[in-house]
């Protein structure tokens, strides 16, 4: 964990966040260097003012630690909560702008009292590593836990554990996440779609690129698909043992009877029942309806920002499980193990792993044919880059560095780059489609699920449609896989089997997608004429 320490009143605050913009590697955004300045001088100005003293000498340690930045804002003397007013009735005037402003911003803020001082804790950054880390050490955890079970205890003893703690665990995680996932995709849809016609987000420029990215989504899934038949050809039902607690397969899959169904009898049914074909019409259409009833549903609109801001924040503590599940999953697997069940999430990692040079290789096509340029400098230069996607796996924790990149490097127009990056990263999951679709396949073979022409067209139609349709929050991933395998008849539960491989799998998913969102930049900067091809075509 890297520190730098200052004091207030002596150093500036301006100088206190900038000085994180000095690592290249990790750089805050405008906003957020904006929303620290601001939130370092209002915290400091109560805590001085609630501690009587105006010019309060205050030490300031900003702390950097698995891409996660954060403050500290130490002062000795009598305790002072600055944040215990934010739930108190404001009347003075003066103080409404630093109390919303606070309030606004209530979680990124702590406070505690420690060795005799006040301690106020600034969120600046979230990079995502701490997951990362957690995922990593229960990794460990488990395959130690699980070999100790194997060679030290009776396997009476482990069986019990499985039985009776680690199925509680994952049946309580399917559960929550089962819950969650069609209120999210409504909400998300819903909300979507009525910002989208306030923002005029949608306009010709953003049409096109939506276009594109169906496109390269759609190519890869279905080289997806082709790579899991390759993999997956062999009969896989003798480890159907294995996923004996994830529910069974559903059986007499039909796409004419999923579109004949497409509407519900009534509102509670999609809901209760997880006919996620059904909530994705009801969000759609209700979408639609809000927009064309105008300012008449400004109340509705509020109501569903809520709905799915609520949804995501609950999507945020049952992903906080997903470690635990790892741990167990992997104790299980060690346990379990055997040649056949490590060769076959071997052959998923090793698709996510070639999965890179494949989707280089149709983003190598779409440029050469779409764009009409030579795709050389786009391979060397996001071949060099890749490796902090790689490093990081968060294609928004890296975003700053992805502008920088392919305005300098590509040639891209900034103002084009601020548009296309950001509003892009939903968008381009290009990574997501192989981290769905090889489980998938794999599960289709253990289930004996028949691999025909509407098995592959409704697995290619459902990963498209759920993967565009899910927002990007930690866990992401989990949510797809689980959606995709509940719409084509495959065990749900089966999904914890594969968190095991997550955080490798994530690695190569993030720089699949952000490749795949900077290409989308360029050729939409081509296209528009934003294109600087000197700067491109410079090596």
């Known amino acids: 964990m890297k520190k730098k320490v200052f004091h207030l009143p002596q150093d500036s605050i301006s100088d206190i966040v900038g000085c994180v913009n000095e690592n290249k590697n990790q750089t805050l955004t405008k906003e957020e260097l904006l929303r620290g300045e601001l939130l370092v001088e209002e915290t400091y100005l109560r805590l001085a003012k609630g501690m009587n003293t105006p010019d309060l000498s205050a030490t300031v340690t900003v702390k950097k630690r698995f891409g996660d930045i954060n403050l500290e804002i130490s002062a000795r003397g009598e305790a002072v909560n600055p944040l215990m007013s934010l739930s108190e009735w404001i009347e003075d005037e003066s103080d409404l702008f630093s109390a919303n402003l606070l309030k606004a911003n209530r979680h990124l803020l702590g406070y505690s009292r420690r060795n005799g001082e006040n301690v106020v804790f600034i969120k600046l950054h979230e990079g995502g590593g701490q997951q990362i880390f957690r995922m990593v050490v229960s990794m460990v955890l488990g395959v130690v836990?699980?070999?100790?079970?194997?060679?030290?205890?009776?396997?009476?003893?482990?069986?019990?554990?499985?039985?009776?703690?680690?199925?509680?665990?994952?049946?309580?995680?399917?559960?929550?996440?089962?819950?969650?996932?069609?209120?999210?995709?409504?909400?998300?849809?819903?909300?979507?779609?009525?910002?989208?016609?306030e923002t005029a987000d949608l306009g010709r420029i953003g049409a096109r690129l939506l276009g594109q990215s169906t496109v390269l989504m759609f190519c890869t899934a279905v080289l997806s698909v082709g790579l899991g038949y390759l993999f997956f050809g062999e009969d896989l039902s003798?480890?159907?043992?294995?996923?004996?607690?994830?529910?069974?397969?559903?059986?007499?899959?039909?796409?004419?009877?999923?579109?004949?169904?497409?509407?519900?009898?009534n509102l509670v049914d999609p809901f209760r029942g997880g006919n996620l074909m059904q909530v994705l019409f009801l969000s759609i259409f209700f979408g639609i309806v809000l927009n064309r009833m105008g300012e008449k549903a400004h109340l509705a609109r509020e109501l569903i920002d809520f709905i799915n801001n609520f949804c995501l924040s609950i999507m945020g503590i049952v992903t906080r499980m997903i470690p635990l599940v790892v741990f167990f999953s992997i104790a299980g697997l060690v346990f379990h193990t055997d040649i056949s069940v490590l060769l076959a999430l071997g052959k998923v990692i090793f698709g996510q792993i070639i999965s890179v040079p494949i989707c280089f290789g149709v983003y190598a096509v779409f440029i050469a044919v779409y764009g009409k340029l030579s795709p050389m400098p786009f391979l060397r230069k996001m071949a060099a880059f890749s490796l902090l996607p790689f490093a990081v796996c968060s294609s928004n924790g890296i975003l700053p560095q992805t502008l920088k990149f392919v305005t300098k490097k590509l040639g891209v127009a900034g103002s084009m780059a601020s548009f296309s990056l950001p509003l892009g990263i939903p968008l381009h999951k290009v990574g997501s489609c192989f981290v769905v679709i090889l489980p998938a396949m794999m599960m289709a073979r253990v289930c004996n699920t028949p691999m025909d022409g509407e098995f592959f067209l409704s697995l290619i139609f459902f990963t498209l449609l759920i993967l565009l349709t899910v927002p990007t929050v930690p866990g992401a991933d989990v949510i797809a896989m689980s959606s995709v395998f509940a719409a084509v008849g495959l065990p749900v539960g089966a999904v914890t089997?594969?968190?095991?491989?997550?955080?490798?799998?994530?690695?190569?998913?993030?720089?699949?997608?952000?490749?795949?969102n900077v290409c989308s930049s360029v050729l939409l900067a081509r296209k528009e004429g934003s294109l600087d091809e000197g700067v491109y075509k410079r090596m």
Do not use: Q, Y
């Open 145 to 197: 836990f699980g070999f100790i079970m194997r060679t030290m205890v009776p396997t009476e003893a482990f069986l019990w554990i499985e039985e009776n703690l680690a199925s509680f665990v994952t049946t309580v995680f399917m559960h929550a996440l089962t819950m969650m996932v069609p209120p999210l995709i409504f909400s998300a849809i819903v909300s979507g779609i009525t910002n989208m016609s």
């Open 238 to 265: 003798h480890l159907a043992v294995l996923f004996k607690g994830g529910g069974n397969a559903a059986g007499g899959f039909s796409m004419k009877e999923m579109f004949f169904n497409i509407v519900p009898e």
């Open 497 to 516: 089997f594969f968190l095991c491989v997550n955080p490798v799998v994530d690695m190569f998913c993030t720089v699949d997608n952000v490749a795949c």
